[in-house]
């Protein structure tokens, strides 16, 4: 089993920045791939972005160039640094880690972009 502790996340101003972090925790030895879905109310889950092992990325095109993910393997950790917020970019934010048998969630972050 793995566990997932997300944080970061809040209310910004369009333009603004935030920053989210998830710490995996547990059965980490064959996590292959971390990374960030999004969700508004009435929608499903999309992509934001992921890290598979190795210095690969993937980003929804919305994203590219505003957003980065990286990740820390010996904290097996995932980052999200988020520039250049738009209000569309509202939604509860969810960390993803895939093992070669499972995938697990974490709990959710509310971001928030309004002035």
């Known amino acids: 089993q793995v566990q997932l502790v997300e944080s970061g996340g809040g209310l910004v101003q369009p333009g603004g920045s935030l920053s989210l972090s998830c710490a995996a925790s547990g059965t980490v030895f064959d996590i292959y791939s971390m990374g960030w879905y999004r969700q508004t109310p009435g929608k499903q889950r999309e992509l934001v972005a992921t890290?598979?092992?190795?210095?690969?990325?993937n980003y929804a095109s919305s994203v590219k160039g505003r957003f980065t993910i990286s990740r820390d393997n010996a904290k097996n950790t995932v980052y999200l640094q988020m520039n250049s917020l738009k209000p569309e970019d509202t939604a509860v934010y969810y960390c993803?880690?895939?093992?070669?048998?499972?995938?697990?969630w974490g709990q959710g972050t509310q971001v928030t972009v309004s002035s």
């Open positions: 993803h880690v895939r093992t070669p048998y499972n995938a697990y």
């Open positions: 890290m598979p092992s190795g210095a690969s990325t």
